[in-house]
C-alpha cells in the first residue's frame, strides 16, 4: 500500500513530526493523518505475521517452553536497547517473533480450551478501536462508543430477556469478571439480610468460588454432578437446609464437557426455595443465536443475571464478555461518584454517567467489534457458525464412536468432545497431550470424567473439515500403537 503524499510546503512528509529536539517525534495513530501513518506499519504487521505462521508451520511452536521462551527472547533482546531501532524492525522483529512461538486457534488442531479463532471483521474493528482508543469511564472521552455500547448491551441483554421491560448488560473481560460482578449484584440485593450463600454444582467453573472468596461471602455449598450436570434432587435438598439468602449459579456449558444443567428445572427449584439465580452460559450463551439450538438454554430468562462471553462461541478477539441482568434498575449498586469524570452537575445537564457501569475505570471500547460482527453476519450469519461448529464436534463424536480403538465419553451437547484410546491410562491420556503439545502437532485440553483422564477437543473453528478430524485423531492414535495379542 502507498502512503498519501505529503501536504503542502516542503515541510516532512507523512509519518514524520517535527520537533524542537534533535529528532522527529513517533508518530500518532489518530487525527486526519493517523491513517496514513498507520498503512505502512500495517503492511509489515501483516508481512511479520505471514512469516511468523509459515515459521511455525503449525498449531503451535515445537519444542516444549524452553524452546519457545528461547527463541522469543533471544529476538526480544535487548528489551530496553539505548537507541531504538526505528518502527519497522521491531514490528518484524518482535510481531514475527510472537506469531511464530503462537498457539494458533485457527488452526484445526488446536483445539484444547475455549479459545477461539477471531473473525477478520472483528479484528478488524479492533484494530479502529485501538487508533481512536476511547475511555470508557467518561462520556467526554467516548462520545460515540458510549452511544454505540448503550444500544448493543441492551439489544444484547433483550436477547437474553425478550419479555422483560427494561434488560441491560454490561461489557466484562470475560466470564470470571461477570460471575465476579453476578455474586457482588447478589450481596448488594441483600444487603439487609445476612450473607448471601453461594450454591454451584461440582461442574461450576472456578471463578464462582474464587469471586465468593474475594468478596468474602462464605465458602460455597457445592452440589453434586455426577453425569456432569448439576443433580437435581442433591439442589433441592441443598435449598431445604440452608439459611436465605441463597444465589445458586447454574452452568449453560461447562468446561470440561460442555454439557447443560437443567435451567428450567432449577429456576423452579429456586422459585419454589424464594432463591436467586445466576446462569453462567459464558460457553453456551450463543445458542440463543441458533434456532436450531436455543432451545438448550430454555428457562435461561428466568436468571436473575445472565453470564455471557463472545470470544468463545462468538468469534471476537479477547475480551468480550457481557453480564446481562433482566432489570437494569439492579446495576444501581455499582453507582459511583467521582467529580471528575461524573461531576452531579454534568449528570444532571444531561451528560452520561458511565462509571457505573464497570468496576473499572480506563477501559477499552471492546462494544465496537461486537457490533461490528453483528452488523456485518446479523442473526442468521452467527446462528451458521454456532451450528457448523457445533455439528462439527457431533461428526468428531461420529468419528471416535465407530472407530474399534477409540472410546467416546458421551455425545456433545455444544462443541466439546472427550475422548481417548481403548487401551490407554490415565497416564499415557497425559503423556499423549504432552508430546502431541511439545512436538507442536495438536493442542487437546484434558478433562476428567467418570474417574477418568480424558483427552478434550474443544472445537470452536467452524472452517474445519472432516479431513482435519481424520488427522486430529490419527496423530492422537499413533501415539498409542494397537497392543499386541
Known amino acids: 500500500m502507498s502512503t498519501p503524499p505529503p501536504g503542502p510546503g516542503p515541510g516532512p512528509g507523512p509519518g514524520v513530526v517535527p520537533s524542537e529536539g534533535p529528532g ?22 501483516l508481512a511479520a505475521l505471514a512469516h511468523g505462521a509459515a515459521t511455525r508451520n503449525g498449531p503451535l511452536p515445537a519444542g516444549g517452553p524452553t524452546a519457545t521462551a528461547g527463541h522469543l527472547l533471544a529476538a526480544a533482546h535487548p528489551v530496553l536497547p539505548d537507541t531504538g531501532t526505528g518502527p519497522h524492525e521491531a514490528l518484524r522483529t518482535l510481531v514475527g517473533a510472537l506469531a511464530a512461538g503462537a498457539a494458533d486457534p485457527a488452526h484445526p488442531h488446536c483445539a484444547a480450551h475455549l479459545h477461539c479463532p477471531p473473525l477478520a471483521v472483528a479484528t478488524a ?130 468446561t470440561d464437557t460442555g454439557q447443560i444443567d437443567p435451567l428450567a428445572d432449577i429456576a423452579d427449584l429456586c422459585e419454589h426455595h424464594g432463591a436467586d439465580l445466576h446462569i453462567d452460559a459464558a460457553y453456551g450463551g450463543p445458542l440463543l443465536f441458533s434456532p436450531t439450538r436455543r432451545h438448550l438454554l430454555h428457562g435461561l430468562d428466568r436468571a436473575q443475571s445472565v453470564t455471557l462471553d463472545l470470544h468463545k462461541l462468538g468469534w471476537q478477539p479477547v475480551a468480550a464478555g457481557l453480564l446481562a441482568v433482566a432489570d437494569t434498575h439492579s446495576l444501581a449498586a455499582l453507582a459511583h461518584q467521582a467529580d471528575y469524570l461524573n461531576a452531579d452537575d454534568d449528570t444532571d445537564a444531561g451528560i452520561p454517567d458511565l462509571l457505573g457501569r464497570s468496576l473499572r475505570t480506563t477501559r477499552r471500547p471492546d462494544v465496537l467489534k461486537v457490533a461490528v460482527t453483528l452488523r456485518a453476519l446479523g442473526r442468521s450469519g452467527l446462528a451458521e457458525l454456532v451450528d457448523r461448529t457445533c455439528d462439527c464436534a457431533q461428526r468428531l463424536a461420529d468419528l471416535i464412536s465407530k472407530h474399534p480403538r477409540l472410546e467416546l465419553y458421551d455425545r456433545p451437547t455444544l462443541s466439546t468432545v472427550l475422548f481417548r484410546p481403548v487401551h490407554a491410562t490415565d497416564e499415557s491420556v497425559a503423556t499423549t497431550r504432552r508430546t502431541l503439545l511439545t512436538t507442536g502437532r495438536a493442542v487437546l485440553g484434558r478433562a476428567h470424567a467418570d474417574d477418568r483422564l480424558w483427552l478434550k477437543a474443544t472445537l470452536l473453528n467452524p472452517h474445519t473439515t472432516p479431513e482435519d ?12 500403537p494397537t497392543p499386541h495379542p
Open 24 to 45: 522527529p517525534l513517533p508518530p500518532l495513530a489518530g487525527g486526519e493523518a493517523g491513517p496514513g501513518r498507520l498503512r505502512p506499519l500495517l503492511d509489515t504487521v
Open 125 to 254: 474493528a479492533d484494530l479502529a478501536a485501538s487508533a481512536l482508543n476511547p475511555s470508557m469511564d467518561s462520556w467526554d472521552q467516548a462520545p460515540a462508543a458510549s452511544a454505540l455500547e448503550e444500544a448493543v448491551t441492551r439489544a444484547l441483554a433483550a436477547e437474553f430477556y425478550p419479555d422483560r421491560p427494561h434488560p441491560d448488560a454490561l461489557v466484562t473481560t470475560g466470564g470470571t469478571e461477570s460471575n465476579q460482578l453476578a455474586l457482588l449484584l447478589a450481596r448488594e440485593r441483600h444487603d439487609n439480610q445476612g450473607p448471601v450463600q453461594l450454591v454451584v454444582g461440582a461442574n461450576a467453573h472456578h471463578s464462582l468460588t474464587r469471586a465468593a472468596w474475594l468478596l468474602g461471602l462464605p465458602e460455597p455449598a457445592v452440589v453434586p454432578a455426577p453425569s456432569g450436570t448439576l443433580d437435581l434432587a442433591a439442589l433441592d435438598e441443598a435449598l431445604t437446609r440452608l439459611h436465605h439468602p441463597v444465589l445458586v449459579a447454574a452452568t449453560a456449558g461447562t
Open 469 to 480: 478430524l481424520d488427522a486430529l485423531l490419527t496423530l492422537v492414535l499413533a501415539e498409542h
